[in-house]
């Protein structure tokens, strides 16, 4: 007989050292991603997503988020409009950041998306969820996301 889990304690995000953290700059200001970095925090980071609108992510912002989130791994992708701190925006780059002590991240690129290789694909993501388990032993949960562009 299992013995029984106590239920979880939500903490907002806001009060949560190990929760994602998130934050939105406008693109035209000055250094957008050192404004996310002071706001999203000092890190260690394990996963920093992007969102910017359909001009697409531009190469300096992305070399300048490895520069200041140098340990993290970074994705993202466009979007029709931003959901920022005061609702719908545009304009901006929002960033969502997952912090190191409570998360640990595998990712597959799947390109081209119009050719996909299906056996290929779940093979690749069968060993990034196995390696994942072995270097993420500690952490109890899993989540899974799945960003497409274009």
């Given amino acids: 007989m299992s013995e029984e889990q106590p239920s979880p304690v939500l903490v907002p995000p806001d009060q949560a050292a190990d929760a994602p953290r998130r934050a939105s700059a406008p693109l035209d200001g000055g250094d957008p991603v050192g404004r996310l970095a002071a706001a999203l925090g000092p890190g260690p980071h394990a996963l920093i997503l992007l969102f910017c609108g359909a001009g697409g992510v531009p190469a300096a912002l992305l070399r300048r ?46 390109d081209p998306v119009d050719t996909i290789d299906s056996r290929s694909v779940i093979a690749r993501l069968q060993r990034a969820r196995q390696s994942l388990q072995h270097k993420a032993e500690c952490l109890p949960h899993e989540l899974g996301i799945l960003l497409v562009d274009g």
């Fill in 65 to 110: 988020a490895h520069e200041l989130f140098d340990r993290a791994v970074i994705a993202g992708c466009t979007t029709a409009g931003e959901i920022a701190e005061t609702g719908y925006a545009e304009g901006q780059v929002v960033a969502v950041a997952f912090p190191a002590s409570s998360f640990a991240v595998e990712t597959v690129l799947i």
